[in-house]
């Protein structure tokens, strides 16, 4: 009697172990990190910084590239709102409630060298205003001063182009 109530009771463990298996098997791994990416309802904060004692030298200008970034988001997220959110308001956005509903997207490019050829990292950093961080993307190399403008601005456009592709596929929409 005693081993049938241990058969018994190790078999319903199994079943039950499986069954949250396969629920969690059918999650991805995108659903796992990026969740809480469906709850945000608009963006209030897209920025670029530049660093670099020759930045603005050859070219880079953080105004400039984050209006450039303004655009790439216009044209990839074109259902999600921007809604700028001023340095007075983010306070109250850093509300629980409210910091999980709005997006941002922050972008660093550093550059270093003096000549030719210049070494540069592009970075880019989007969430809500509860995790800044949860998805990111970077890249690291070198060029001639005269490209890292154009460089610049493919990899600003690419990032946001893979940030929409997870940002859209966790929220059902591609």
């Known amino acids: 009697m005693v081993k049938k109530k241990i058969v018994i009771f190790m078999f319903i463990t199994i079943m039950v172990f499986s069954v949250t298996c396969v629920a969690i098997a059918q999650k ?3 659903d796992i990190l990026y969740g809480d990416f469906a709850e945000i309802e608009s963006f209030g904060y897209i920025y670029v910084k530049v660093q670099g ?3 603005s030298i050859i070219g880079l200008n953080s105004d400039e590239l984050t209006d450039y970034a303004k655009l790439r988001y216009k044209n990839n997220f074109s259902g999600v709102e921007y809604q700028e ?3 007075e308001e983010s306070a109250i956005f850093q509300e629980e409630e409210k910091a999980k509903k709005a997006g941002s ?5 550093w550059i270093a060298g ?3 050829p210049i070494a540069y990292y592009i970075e880019c950093k989007a969430g809500n205003y509860d995790n ?3 998805w990111s993307d970077e890249v690291l190399g070198i060029c001639d001063e005269k490209e890292i403008s154009q460089i610049v601005r493919n990899e600003i456009n690419r990032m946001i182009e893979n940030f929409a592709i997870v940002f859209f596929k966790v929220r059902g929409e591609i």
């Not at 997207?105 to 490019?109: D, T």
């Open 28 to 30: 991805s791994i995108a």
């Open 53 to 55: 004692d020759r930045a």
């Open 132 to 134: 800044y961080e949860m």
């Open 85 to 87: 959110i001023t340095s």
């Open 105 to 109: 997207i922050w972008f660093r490019i």
């Open 114 to 116: 003096d000549k030719s």
